[in-house]
Nanobody
Framework: QLQLAESGGGLVQPGGSLRLSCATS????????VAWFRQVPGKEREGVSC????????EYADGVKGRFTTSRDNGKNKVYLQMNSLEPEDTAVYYC????????????????WGQGTQVTVSS
């Protein structure tokens, strides 16, 4: 059973930073990816970033390039999303998704999900 669990969300002022963590367990293949998505009410889940666990290759949505960084610590089975220069438009519930295969940002290609963590950017 593949499991993911996010942590690290919260309230931050515009221009501030947050680091989200995604704890993973149960992956039996070396070839899998973990991706970060976000969702606001009434909108489809949006890809933010992804990382291939074995190779460490990453991909980012255009709107977060240069501000967000995804990394992994394979020894701890964790994937991180460092978010800098946060804007009110980044406010959303952030989810990590995982599945076999390479890095991709289309949410329908991931089977396994965490419960989500709220990020609110507001003064």
């Amino acid at each position: 059973q593949l499991q993911l669990a996010e942590s690290g969300g919260g309230l931050v002022q515009p221009g501030g930073s947050l680091r989200l963590s995604c704890a993973t367990s149960g992956f039996t293949s070396d070839f899998y990816a973990v991706a970060w998505f976000r969702q606001v009410p009434g909108k489809e889940r949006e890809g933010v970033s992804c990382i291939s666990i074995s190779e460490g290759l990453t991909e980012y949505a255009d709107g977060v390039k240069g501000r967000f960084t995804t990394s992994r610590d394979n020894g701890k089975n964790k994937v991180y999303l460092q978010m800098n220069s946060l804007e009110p438009e980044d406010t959303a519930v952030y989810y990590c998704g995982g599945d076999e295969g390479g890095c991709r940002l289309w949410h329908r290609t991931y089977q396994y999900w965490g419960q989500g963590t709220q990020v609110t950017v507001s003064s």
